[in-house]
Structure formats: C-alpha cells, structure tokens
C-alpha cells in the first residue's frame, strides 16, 4: 500500500473510535477493516485474502497462510461486516484531504523556485528597512 491509501485507513480508524466506544469492537477487526475499506477509497484495492494472511502472519510469526476453511470464511465476512458498520457510522464520508498529498500534487519544482524566490525578496526587503 502506498503511504496516502494508509494515512487514509489511520484517518477512518481514529474517526471510527471516536465515534464508538473502543471496547465495543476488536481493534484489530477494526484496524483490518479500515486498510481494506482504504484501498478502496484510494483506489488501491486489497484482497481480503492478502489482509488477512498479512495480519495472521504479524500475530503468529512463522505461521502458514491460513487455509480457506470455515475460519478463513468467518473472519473474512467479519472484516466486509465491520466495513459496512464503519461507513455507516462515519456517514459514508471516508474520503479525506491529507496535506502531504496536496503537497507532493501540486508543488512542482517551479511552483517551489517561485516561492523561495519571493521569500528571498521579502527577506531582503525586510533586512533593507532601517
């Protein structure tokens, strides 16, 4: 995932909790859902499949990725489940302005020599007045 698509899971996690109490629901549900619900969100769409064998290999090291079995079935629905909730309870606005996206967007080296250029100009009139 790039670094836009997990600002934006950090964003609709902490807006979930505050707006839910944090014992209501497992955070780690929680947190599984908001980076696939993000992926979505920023186009960067992850398979449950990945998020959930990523999750199970970070709380079990050295383990094998789960088995499509009944559990593999479970926490996946679990995870589609808690999305559906999460976006009702945000009010389906999940879509966020992060700064450094705006910055790493808009500011081309031009736009960057213009702006140092003025602040040089404002310095040196600054330093100018007695």
Known sequence: ???????????????FFCEINLDAYDPYLVAMSALYLAGKVEEQHLR???????????????????????RFWALRDS???C???MLRVLRFQVSFQHPHKVFSDDL????????VSDL???YTMDTEIP
């Open 1 to 15: 995932m790039q670094s836009i698509a997990v600002a934006t899971a950090c964003t609709i996690y902490h807006k």
């Open 48 to 70: 449950t499949r990945d998020i959930i064998n990523v999750s199970n290999r970070y709380f079990h090291p050295g383990s094998e990725p789960l088995e499509l079995d009944s």
């Open 79 to 81: 995870i589609v489940q």
């Open 83 to 85: 999305e559906l909730l």
């Open 108 to 115: 081309t080296k031009p736009i960057i020599d213009n702006i």
């Open 120 to 122: 040089i100009q404002i």
